[in-house]
């Protein structure tokens, strides 16, 4: 019959037990601390402790943090990217346009959903959810003034004049205006014109993040999902997927299937859009 | 070596060769192309603001503001940056030192100055564990909070955001060795709280 062990045999096992309750020890080591285990029932207890006490630790889910985080580093981002380019730029080289080639065709894209927004249907739609005795003859008032405003700003020639840092701001700002328990504010619909057609990445993020805030209304996971298939940045098209796993919006899983098959998208996108639908199904 | 997105579908790499290194992305940081700093801040704030969130016994709040303060202070001080250093070193350095700054801040609130600095770190973990087990009742974390507050921080890093040894030894500036040394310590001492009493 084996001696019970002696407080030095547990003393020259002690700095094995943790490699030995993950299995990193080798073979010979692995002997060792086993025998001794099999007389000791103390140390064997703190086997079974330590063990517990790492599969907790490992057990730990990492938390998703605020969307908002994003937003607030690329604006100040772009502020950043102000500040340099003042300083570089030499008074003649202010003159040039900032404006990237594929402008045009992005500010006729948003000025032509604003307009439909705005004189047809999503006019119509905001007028009808609205008080109808006061809306329907007033002028353009309340929340419909302030999305012509926004959508002036966003788009166009107004756009052109602010830089991305501006927008940014201006759809932050926007989204916090908004009036959520009134339905289909047409801000709404000018921050998915942005999501999709803003030139910017970061703008385009930004209005993610924006419209993320206003998720309660329904056209936010309608147009996450449409954006899914426009978007060809992997910065967007990765925090779209996030936001969509977020709402646990069912109805982006034929895109993000078709994401993640897309043989032109990154492979980061590709296994983003494979968690999006791993979480979703 | 091509640094550019590869779009290749028949390229059989794994993703770290498709996108360029952290360490890559920092150089043109560092050469003022800004927006390199957006796929940084996509790769490292989850993982920088889970490891805030542990080491500020899951308070939310703080862990979002600290890992806004951890983004800002990278983009200001860019220049610091050292190409020989790991980013992933110097992003959770970063991260480190911000927590450290929030510690004091608290300490400065709670404690007189009667106190010295050994008496004042545990009275700020009990402080913090009073405080935080209301709001969360786990053992586990009620038990991670009563640890000193180094020995939290490595148990975050080498069981709950998986580092290794020798990868825990690169941020706090010791050997691999002295890493695993410091984590065994530390579960040992975690263990001993959670199956206390
Ligand atoms: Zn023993």
Redesign the interface.
Known sequence: MPDRPSPYDCFTVA?LL??YADQLLPPQQTERVAAHLAQCPACRE?VV??R???Q???A?E?????PE??T???Q??EQ??AA?AATAAAPEARVRPMWPQAATRWALRIAAGVALLLTGIGLGQWNRSADSSAAATAPAAGPTRHALQLASSLSGEGAQRLSASDRIQLVSSAAAAVDTTKAADPVVQVLINTLNFDPN??VR?AAAGALYRLRADPRVGEAFTQSLSIQTD??VQ?LLIELLVNMRERRATTQLEQLARK??????VR?QAEYGLGTLL | MPVLLSTNPQTSFPVADHYPSDDVLMARVQANDLDQLAVLFDRYHRPIFNYLLRRTNNDRETAEDLTQTVFERLLKYRTSYQPSQQFRAWIYQLARNAHADHWQRQQQLRTTDVLDSEQRGQLGASAFAAQDAAEHSQHLYEALALLPDAQRDILVLNRIQGFSYEEIGEQLACSAGAARVKAHRALQALRAIFFAS
């Open positions: 700095d943790v490699d703190e402790q330590l517990a006490v790492a907790r630790l490992e730990v990492p938390a998703a943090p605020a985080l994003r607030h580093f690329l100040l981002l950043e990217k340099l990445a970061n993020l992997p910065n990765i043989p032109d998208a990154l492979p980061i296994q």
